[in-house]
């Protein structure tokens, strides 16, 4: 069975990248038809997808936030990684890393983590 691990900061200054890793283990992320995302929830609020790395290592963003979201990943370590820049505090949400099996999918989850932008 799949299990994803979010790790990273959970205090980022506004105006600083806000870079998470999600460790995967149980499967690999390049396994054919899996899809790797990210997805917050602010506070009070729903959740939101921020983007998808697919096993081919081709990457979708959320239009609004395309611009200061970027998702890599680490073959060898089994891992993804998200970095969001240019932080405000309206970006204080908990992050999740998910696999699915479409882009924005998220049959699979991490159990989250939290991070506060400090203005």
């Known amino acids: 069975q799949v299990q994803l691990q979010e790790s990273g900061p959970g205090l980022v200054k506004s105006a600083q990248t806000l870079s998470l890793t999600c460790t995967v283990s149980?499967?690999?992320?390049?396994?054919?038809?899996?899809?790797w995302s990210w997805i917050r929830q602010p506070p009070g609020k729903g959740r939101e997808w921020l983007g998808t790395?697919?096993?081919?290592?081709?990457?979708y963003y959320r239009p609004s936030l395309e611009s200061r979201t970027s998702i890599s990943r680490d073959t060898s370590k089994n891992q993804f990684t998200l970095q969001l820049s240019s932080v405000t505090p309206e970006d204080t949400a908990v992050y999740y890393c998910?696999?699915?099996?479409?882009?924005?999918?998220?049959?699979?989850r991490g159990q989250g983590t939290q991070v506060t932008v400090s203005s």
């Open positions: 998910a696999r699915g099996r479409a882009v924005a999918t998220s049959q699979d």
């Open positions: 149980g499967g690999s992320i390049t396994t054919n038809y899996y899809y």
């Open positions: 790395i697919d096993y081919s290592g081709r990457t």
